[in-house]
Nanobody, 124 residues
């Protein structure tokens, strides 16, 4: 099993920044994707960003590109999501997920392991 634990959510004003962290532990997987998804009340779970652990290749959702940055720390088995220029529409529960595969996908059903989620609230 793989355990994912997020941290770093909170309340921020529009235009502000937050950094989310997701620490992975448990079973060792040689090839995988780490992704971030978000879900606002009454809405579908949306893809935010993902990174391929082996080479750092990244992919972003269109609504966050140029504002959010995903990165990883191999030594800490941790993935980060730096969120800048936050907007009220970024308000959601953000969850990290792991896909034991080498191909990045944007559909949440293709990710096998999930963290508990962390709330991000952006006030106007």
């Amino acid at each position: 099993q793989v355990q994912l634990v997020e941290s770093g959510g909170g309340l921020v004003q529009a235009g502000g920044s937050l950094r989310l962290s997701c620490a992975a532990s448990g079973r060792t997987i040689s090839t995988y994707i780490m992704g971030w998804f978000r879900q606002a009340p009454g809405k579908e779970r949306d893809f935010v960003a993902a990174i391929r652990w082996s080479d750092g290749y990244m992919h972003y959702g269109s609504s966050v590109k140029d504002r959010f940055t995903i990165s990883r720390d191999n030594a800490k088995n941790t993935v980060y999501l730096q969120m800048n220029s936050l907007k009220p529409e970024d308000t959601a529960v953000y969850s990290c997920a792991l896909r034991p595969n080498s191909y990045i996908t944007t559909t949440h059903q293709t990710y096998d392991y999930w963290g508990q989620g962390t709330q991000v609230t952006v006030s106007s």
